[in-house]
């Protein structure tokens, strides 16, 4: 696994140079029309990891869909993780990453059909991608004085910048390229398909797809099957026989941008420290484990307060943040929450949230899951309790 990491580098990506011959035939039929097509996607640069691991279970549903639907086979490229804002280790490459350095892939191979970006390169050569579709709002103005919800999509100028070069790979180019406003769920996506017949296409901004059901069967069928590599489960077992042998509770709080983003749903750390506080007491609890984006002085901070109880947080040593990078050790922070004896996470927080989920495949208790921290002096309401659909 890391050996395919380390050699997977946009400028290094491996390109079959030889392009399928066309004219080369199969019973009087193209051989390309035999062969699987591929749909890639790239997510609003912005959006942080967890919320682009739920736009990979909208897009892996109108996969599923459009195998049901098409005559073709359908393969789902996974995008490659790129240079995230909020990886902040200034001195790592995080660049054109496979899912395989955080995922288990042969998992999400056994409920959805994907590939990696450089298997897809291996399979379609330098042939450019049929279609580049750029995902756009319908208009806002419109849509306030006649609200709409009804599923549409239609052709459109484009409103914002198109994306030229995707992942800094000058080699994925596009036969044409269009802007559609788009309302609705993710298996609409098929209808565009369906209109533009490509053999390769690529949309940006799937993020705008909406899930087709969320929380329902399939939600949960392609959720389970996204579990985490097996390296990081390994480091974050070690962590935990090291220094959480006894029960304890997690506590996430996500810190940084969300001070300004959320001010209302992020506590003071005195009064973070006195949330968790208790919750140990009714709990019977005696260790922490913190999971935070915040910095070293509010961490030590937040140790002072907990005292007497025993507060630990997952220190990542060189060779492990070489390895697996800032999203890695962001993972191996869920892991630890997710098989915690308690969890506390901060609202509105996707991490917080896959947490939750994860908590919810393994069948743990829910009063013991649905918990986030309240602004101070705030009475806040707690998370929707989403249960796992078999
Ligand atoms: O994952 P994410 O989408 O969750 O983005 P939110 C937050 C990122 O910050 C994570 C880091 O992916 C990590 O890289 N991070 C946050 C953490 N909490 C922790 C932690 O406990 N431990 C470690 N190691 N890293 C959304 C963003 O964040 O917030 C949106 O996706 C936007 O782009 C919005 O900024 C306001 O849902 O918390």
Redesign the pocket.
């Known amino acids: 696994v890391l050996l395919t990491a380390i050699q997977f580098r946009c400028s290094k990506c491996a390109v079959d140079n030889r392009l399928l011959d066309e004219e080369e035939t199969l019973a009087g039929h193209s051989i390309l029309d035999t062969l699987p097509r591929y749909v890639l996607y790239d997510v609003n640069k912005?959006?942080?990891?967890?919320?682009r691991r739920d736009v990979f279970i909208r897009m892996a549903s109108f996969i599923h869909h459009m195998n049901k639907v098409s005559d073709y086979q359908w393969i789902l490229v996974l995008p490659p993780w790129h240079r995230?804002?909020?990886?902040r280790s200034s001195n790592l490459v995080q660049d054109c990453l496979p899912w395989s350095l955080f995922f288990n892939v042969d998992s999400i191979k056994k409920s959805t059909p994907v590939v990696e970006l450089h298997e897809f390169f291996q399979m379609n050569g330098l042939r450019p991608l049929d279609a580049q579709v750029t995902l756009q709002d319908f208009n806002v103005k419109s849509f306030e004085q006649y609200p709409d919800f009804s599923d549409k999509w239609e052709v459109a100028n484009c409103k914002d910048r198109v994306q030229k070069e995707f992942w800094n790979l000058n080699n994925l180019t596009f036969t044409k390229s269009l802007c559609i406003s788009f309302q609705g769920i993710s298996t609409l996506l098929a209808d565009i398909v369906q209109e533009l017949q490509p053999r390769t296409i690529i949309f940006d901004h799937a993020e705008l797809a909406l899930h087709n059901y969320y929380g329902g069967q399939e939600y949960w069928m392609i959720r389970k099957s996204m579990q985490f590599s097996k390296n990081l489960h390994e480091i974050a077992k070690e962590f935990k026989n090291r220094n959480l042998k006894q029960d304890y509770l997690c506590a996430?709080?996500?810190r940084r941008?969300?001070l300004y983003?959320?001010p209302s749903d992020v506590p003071s750390i005195n009064d973070t420290a006195r949330q968790i506080k208790e919750k140990l007491i009714l709990l019977n609890i005696k260790t922490v484990f913190v999971?935070?984006?915040t910095s070293k002085t509010e961490v030590e901070e937040l140790k002072n307060y907990l005292q007497p109880y025993q507060m630990f947080k997952f220190e990542a040593d060189k060779k492990t943040l070489n390895n697996f990078l800032?999203?890695g050790?962001?993972i191996i922070?869920q892991i630890i929450c997710s098989q915690a004896n308690y969890f506390i996470g901060?609202s509105?927080?996707?991490?917080?949230f896959r947490i939750q989920e994860e908590r919810e495949i393994f069948g743990l208790p829910i009063e013991t899951t649905f918990n986030s921290f309240c602004g101070d002096n705030i009475e806040c309401t707690q998370p929707t309790k989403w249960r796992l659909v078999e």
């Not at 912005?46 to 919320?51: A, K, V």
């Not at 995230?84 to 990886?87: M, R, S």
């Not at 509105?348 to 917080?352: D, E, G, L, M």
């Open positions: 912005p959006e942080g990891f967890n919320l995230l804002y909020h990886w996430h709080l996500r941008d969300f983003g959320h999971a935070t984006d800032d999203g050790v962001a922070d901060t509105k927080s996707t991490f917080s």
